[in-house]
């Protein structure tokens, strides 16, 4: 999403081609990774979930438009030049599973991409060569997967400086200017989210909390 909104010299078929190419990779990975699962654990059930109420799904595609609308209208209103960071900021914390989830997502949003700016302004510090920013990226992505099941604020912090760095790289400005827009489009999608999710989602939220209590007991 950074790149794509920077704006594109090249030929199409070149745009398009490597779109096709990102996700035959990514379905190629995520099929070997359900072979591999079936063939070492032979006994794991990879059963689909099953589908949620439909008054749930409309409700939760409700908080998207409510959230994302907002956080992209008041990106867009401030100026800052990268609104579409705002309304990543907000949809995430609403992808999260269950009610609960959503709010602490969002708190550990804002935590982690502040921590991130603070990395990725040490990092644009230095001039790195393209082969060199490639395999920095790469490192820093590989680190943001592997935390991002088990902490998501901690892979943030990994994850922040691959979109600002990329950005970068395809259309140089002020390092400052930069981060403080990551920071501040960030806590503007975060904290829309946030509340979203808390004035939206109060029976869920109680019956997320009786079950819990059920399971301790």
């Not at 979109?163 to 829309?192: K, Q, W």
Request: without cysteine.
């Amino acid at each position: 999403m950074a790149t794509a909104s920077v704006p594109f010299d090249g030929q199409l078929w070149e745009a398009a081609l490597t779109g096709v190419a990102s996700v035959g990779v990514a379905l190629v990975l995520g099929f070997m990774g359900r072979l591999w699962a079936r063939r070492t654990e032979p006994d794991r059930q990879l059963a689909e979930a099953p589908l949620p109420a439909w008054s749930r799904i409309y409700a939760q595609a409700g908080r998207y438009v409510v959230a994302l609308g907002l956080a992209g209208s008041i990106g867009v209103m401030s100026g800052l030049g990268h609104h579409y960071w705002a309304m990543v900021a907000a949809a995430a914390p609403i992808s999260a599973v269950g009610a609960s989830g959503g709010l602490v997502r969002a708190v550990y949003r804002i935590i982690g991409t502040y921590a991130g700016v603070l990395l990725t302004a040490a990092l644009l510090t230095i001039q790195w060569p393209p082969l060199g920013l490639a395999f920095l990226i790469a490192a820093l992505q590989f680190a943001g997967e592997v935390f991002v099941i088990s902490h998501y604020s901690i892979a943030l912090v990994f994850m922040t400086p691959v979109a600002l760095m990329m950005t970068e790289f395809v259309a140089p400005g002020p390092t400052g200017t930069l981060v403080a827009d990551r920071a501040l489009e960030t806590t503007i999608g975060a904290v829309i989210a946030f509340f979203v999710i808390l004035l939206t989602t109060r029976k869920q939220r109680a019956q997320e909390r009786s079950l819990r209590q059920t399971q301790t007991n």
